[in-house]
């Protein structure tokens, strides 16, 4: 499995080594994996979980990078739970729930997209009210990541006109079918919750701004299990009378593909280590977005490639180049759709 601490040792301390070895070991394990609650009670047990919120991003990076070039599933379990788990440690309101979380104990997970609100995260229509000491929340959350197993959800509702953070306990769910991933709605019909934050806006954005950049490096971890699986098939599969990776033109591929890893790597490197060395309490937004962007849309381009080099056999349902492809896919779509992130990075210029 390839090291994304080796090649790119400027942005990373012993102890990013260390992380990623325990990471490869976890990623590599035997046995059966089964959903994300059996997947988060293994990362928990192996101590993958341990800093859960309050770790730097990039360990983050760097256990996406190895789970995800073995098992999507496995980075979603991961990261769901820094999903969930963030907002819970920047506001110190759940100190139990998290520690369970961390444990590997409990399922989190993060609630905000509705299906008249996604990328226009203001326009939600979640509200929040008042009942004793605590609230009630009523409407539809969609597309959450693990919902289907979560015990606890943190779920974005709008309480006077503005939008605060709550914990809602053991959420009722309906799960939706999108490839690869464990998701569905939030149904929520005066349900009880506890207010974790009343400025759930900006919660909800240092939450996004750290996850971000991370994203880029899963991309990147599905990339390259695509690249050097295409790699073994170009020296292996010969037409023209020579291997494929003769092919003057298949190596201009092979470079394109090598350039956009590295870019990849580089930059969304250069996003997590921005926000780890930025004070915790400013803004990381347009460094975080051309982090995501760059690497998910480069490993987009390489996974792509990897299609065509497989010729049939790229587009077989069950071949792995199809899968990994399939898998990387929403990483464009989620945590910021491209096309939205380039509005924030079009906003620090104007
Ligand atoms: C696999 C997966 C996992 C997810 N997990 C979670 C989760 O755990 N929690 C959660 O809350 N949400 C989650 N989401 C939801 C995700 O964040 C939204 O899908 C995303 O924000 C886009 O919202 P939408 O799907 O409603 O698309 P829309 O907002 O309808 O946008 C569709 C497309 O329109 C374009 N677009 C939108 N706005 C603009 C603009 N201003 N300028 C230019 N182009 C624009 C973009 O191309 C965009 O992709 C998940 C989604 C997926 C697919």
């Given at each position: 499995?390839?090291?994304?601490v ?7 301390t ?79 309101a ?30 939600m ?61 939030v ?8 207010l ?9 954005l240092?939450?996004l ?29 010969s ?13 201009s ?13 580089l ?60 898998e ?15 509005t ?7």
């Amino acid at each position: 499995m390839p090291s994304l601490v080796d090649p790119y040792a400027c942005f990373f301390t012993p102890a990013h080594t260390t992380a990623e070895q325990v990471a490869a070991a976890f990623a590599t394990r035997g046995g059966p994996r089964g959903g994300i609650r059996d997947r988060v009670r293994a990362l928990g047990a192996a101590g993958l979980l341990d800093d859960v919120g309050r770790g730097d991003v990039r360990t983050l990076a760097v256990r996406r990078a190895q789970l995800a070039y073995v098992d999507a599933m496995d980075d979603l379990a991961f990261i769901v739970q820094e999903l969930g788990g963030f907002p819970l440690e920047k506001s110190g309101a759940e100190p139990a729930i998290l520690a369970r979380a961390r444990a590997g104990d409990s399922v989190v997970c993060f609630g905000m997209t509705e299906p008249d609100a996604g990328s226009d995260v203001a326009a939600m229509t979640t509200f929040a009210e008042p009942d004793g000491h605590q609230f009630r929340l009523t409407g539809l959350k969609h597309y959450i990541s693990n919902a289907p197993e979560a015990d606890h959800a943190v779920v974005f509702a709008k309480l006077d006109q503005k939008i605060a953070a709550f914990m809602v306990d053991s959420p009722v769910t309906e799960p939706q079918d999108v490839s690869g991933h464990s998701i569905g709605r939030v149904v929520l019909d005066a349900t009880p919750a506890r207010l974790l934050a009343s400025r759930g806006g900006a919660l909800a954005l240092a939450t996004l701004e750290r996850c971000r950049p991370t994203v880029g490096l899963a991309a990147w971890g599905l990339a390259r299990h695509g690249f050097d699986h295409t790699l073994d098939r170009l020296k292996s599969r010969s037409q023209f009378g020579k291997p494929l990776a003769a092919q003057p033109v298949v190596q201009s591929r092979i470079a394109d593909m090598a350039l956009d890893l590295e870019q990849a790597a580089l930059t969304a490197l250069w996003a997590c280590w921005t926000r780890d060395v930025t004070p915790v309490d400013q803004r990381t937004g347009y460094t975080s977005a051309i982090g995501k962007l760059t690497a998910t849309e480069a490993c987009g381009r390489v996974l792509d490639q990897c299609v065509q080099l497989h010729g049939g056999a790229g587009v077989e349902e069950a071949s792995l180049i199809q899968t990994l492809w399939r898998e990387a896919r929403p990483l464009r779509i989620y945590e910021g759709a491209t096309d939205v992130l380039k509005t924030v990075i079009a906003e620090r210029w104007l």
